[in-house]
């Protein structure tokens, strides 16, 4: 989906779409992904809710400047400020992976409010990362000068081990083309070096004081987050639900999409 509108914010280019009709609900994707991941979901439900889908800086069709840090504080505040100019005073939000934090620091930390979350395999509280991903963390000056087809392996390696599924060609190489560019490239690894636990222990001590519905979707085989995450976030905020969807792994979006889709409308409407 085109992201045709934008949104400047402190020198970044924050790329975003709205379509349907009714009340409001806002995605928020993770990484390395972008809005893509929530695109069929968002047009399947515009006949009943006003969908804003939108690329954090650093992705999709968002700008990618290296001089502007993309972590998870940066990304919270901006989210807090883009529901603003939406003029969205209280929506419905559905946020997935490094989604997560940033919903849950708006809210927290920001002063966001929101009729409803429901965080999907989220990134939410420490520890968080892979042994790729903490080790990229220490090298991504090195890693951002590796040859393009070594560069371009491993990437194709780390995103395909967010599916329990085999993906789909076309949802692969879409996951893929963003970070294969000279612009992408170094963005890959920049995202992962500027993500600190910090920022997640700053959520964490906060969760106790959300008073909003919240339900937690998690896939039964996500080899990036295990669920036992799932029940642990679930215990750390007051009345949260939490629902596993067999068979799927990280992104649930592509390996169980009639499954979540249905977790999605039913949360929605309740």
Known sequence: MDLTER?????????WARLGSGAAVVFCHGTPFSSRVWAPFARALRDDFTVYLWDMPGYGQSSKA?????????????????LSEWGLEAPRVVAHDFGGAVSLRAHLLHGAEYRSLLLVDAVAIPPTGSPFFKFVQQHADAMSQLPDYIHNAVVSAYIQGASHRRMRDEDFAALLAPWTTPEGKPAFYRQIAQTQERYLEEVEDRLGAIEL???IVWGTDDAWIAPDIAHRLGELIPGASVELIEG???LVQLDAPVALANEIRAWLTR
């Open 66 to 82: 290296p001089e502007h840090r993309v972590d998870f504080g940066v990304q919270g505040e901006l989210f807090a400020d883009l």
């Open 7 to 15: 949104f400047p914010w402190h020198g970044r280019d924050v790329a």
């Open 248 to 250: 799927a792994g990280h």
């Open 213 to 215: 519905p919240v339900r």
